[in-house]
């Protein structure tokens, strides 16, 4: 256990000099605190009563520690690193395919297009019941289950056995695991004539090479109109967030700038390379919409290049750096502060403490914010103008420039009760799993599906079956009320299940609000011009 202390005292040590790193002329008083925690350290570790779990400690300490400085800076175990890492590199190594687990069985939704099950000939509705030789299916089966089977370095073997419907015999591959996409879009599509439409769920490192794959794709389909959804994208990489800026404004101007106490200001800049310069532009966000999400559309506002959409966004300006510790775990801690082109500082207070701060939604909601724009007041000094002379604000988010209310009049018990069940995925799994042969035959593709697919009285009678048979009871006042949420999710569900995400959303487009003011914006072709937009 001293040996333990011994690196206890090293490992703060090493936090305290990577803290204060970067300090010129670091006080004497710095210099004392610092020999005062080690000094303390050294007292435990002579004098303590009792064996103290170190490892548990020493994770505390720096939890703790981190806790009372902001709300973003944070430890990370070697342990987390990876998976925590996982969605902003954009990959990770294993057999390609995506999966759930439905009636105690791994069925496969889709195959990764170009990974090593689709290469093999696995297709969407095989059901994986032998892993190595030992049977994958029965309770024990979970999603954590299967990605410790499936998953493995890249270049290492698994042996699956398929059940394949209409196939007596079970099909066996050897699969050659290989590194897998992490796509950070989620849907690319025409929304109407001439209007692109492109999801957009994290910053990550493929993100940009994501983005100009989707937007070739809509500009040989003949989009010259663009809506850029950031709704719930929670952020990722500063420089990703730039570079996807930079695709909309001319060269040389102000993208963001960030600055710190012990980090010296750096500006981002628009250069030659933009591939939607020009362009009427939609970004929608909400409050969700947070960090490298807002820097798009702070920049994007702040230039009139293009009309922000939704509601106020989460409102994160805080800039984080990684510090590798001793133990292969890190620390991202804050060392700077963002800054739109305006010079907005859009971080919103955080002096209540980190709970209070994470129950921002619930307190927007109370407050009627969601549902109100005249709700929300900013003080003249969070007043700033933008290229063209518009008043925006900071302290606190994004606020759009068109308010789209959140509608919870469509919400009821019984949806929820519905969802907590799952059970709208297991009755579209189950419908596809019995008829993608007959479905994709009446509907060869998403466009048919959309116009002709109707969730009709007997499909409904089935579905309302099965949430009996599961013990939630048929609630008449609930399905009025969401009803129309209910039958359009189940389409598009089985959309997804027919094809890929792309189709979900397009299906699902038909009940979202903020989705169809987008295109009526778009649509409206002096707004722009009355608002001074640059198009």
């Known amino acids: 256990m001293r040996s333990n ?89 294993g057999i390609g395919v995506s999966f759930q687990v439905f009636h105690d069985t791994i069925l496969v939704i889709s195959p990764v297009p170009g990974g090593p099950s689709e290469k093999l000939g696995i297709m969407a509705g095989d059901k994986i019941v032998k892993i190595d030789g030992k049977d994958a299916t029965g309770k024990d089966i979970d999603n954590q289950w299967v990605m410790d089977h499936l998953r493995g ?18 099909i066996d591959y050897t699969i050659i695991r290989d590194k897998i996409p992490l796509n950070s879009i989620d849907a690319t599509f025409m929304a109407a004539p001439g209007i692109g439409y492109i999801k957009l769920n ?41 570079d996807l800026s930079d695709e909309f404004l001319d060269y040389g101007k102000l993208i963001v700038y960030t600055e710190g106490l012990k980090s010296p200001k750096q500006d981002f800049k628009s250069t030659l390379l933009g591939s939607f310069q020009k362009g009427k532009l939609v970004i929608l966000i909400n409050e969700g919409s947070a960090s490298a999400s807002e820097i798009v559309s702070g920049a994007v506002q702040d230039w009139d290049r ?3 959409v939704g509601r106020r966004s989460f409102g994160k300006g805080l800039v984080q750096r990684p510090f590798p510790l001793p133990d292969g775990s890190v620390i991202r801690l804050t060392t700077a502060k963002y800054y739109t082109p305006s010079g907005r500082y859009i971080q919103r207070p955080y002096d209540n403490g980190i709970e209070d701060y994470y129950m921002e939604f619930q307190k927007r909601y109370k407050h009627g914010e969601l549902i109100h724009s005249d709700s929300i007041h900013f003080p003249d000094s969070l007043k700033y103008q933008t290229a063209g002379g518009r008043t925006v604000y900071g302290g606190g988010g994004i606020m759009p420039d068109i308010f789209v209310p959140w509608d919870s009049t469509w919400y009821s018990d019984y949806y929820a009760d519905l969802r907590r069940k799952g059970l709208l995925n ?26 002709k697919f109707v969730f009709n009285e007997a499909l409904e009678k089935d579905f309302l079956a099965l949430a009996e ?67």
């Open 5 to 93: 202390c011994k690196l206890f005292i090293l490992l703060v040590f090493s936090i305290l000099i990577i803290i204060s790193q970067g300090v010129k002329g670091q006080s004497k008083e710095d210099k004392d605190q610092i020999q005062k925690l080690v000094t303390v350290m050294q007292i435990i570790d002579y004098a303590y009563v009792d064996s103290l779990e170190m490892d548990e400690l020493v994770e505390d300490m720096i939890i703790s520690s981190l806790r009372e400085l902001d709300p973003h800076s944070a430890y990370i175990s070697k342990e987390d690193l990876d998976r925590m890492n996982e969605p902003l590199e954009g990959s990770f190594e």
């Open 153 to 170: 370095k890249k270049g290492t073997k698994v042996d699956v056995s398929i059940y394949r419907k209409g196939r007596k015999a079970l």
């Open 202 to 242: 994290r910053f990550s490192k493929t993100s940009m090479d994501e983005f100009e794959e989707s937007l070739f794709k809509l500009k040989s389909q003949g989009m010259q109109k663009l809506i850029l959804d950031l709704r719930g994208n929670a952020g990722g990489y500063l420089g990703t967030a730039a």
């Open 306 to 308: 293009g009309l922000i």
């Open 426 to 451: 297991q009755y579209t799994v189950d419908i596809v799993d019995k008829n993608r042969e007959s479905l994709l035959k009446t509907y060869p593709d998403i466009r048919t599906f959309k116009e």
């Open 469 to 535: 048979s599961e013990d939630v009871e048929f609630d008449e006042e609930g399905w009025d009320a969401s009803g129309k949420v209910i039958r359009t999710q189940i389409k598009a569900l089985i959309a997804r299940n027919l094809w890929n995400m792309d189709a979900y959303f397009e299906v699902s487009t038909v009940i979202d609000d903020g989705f169809q003011k987008a295109v009526e914006i778009l649509q409206d072709d002096e707004l722009f011009d009355r608002l001074g937009i640059d198009q």
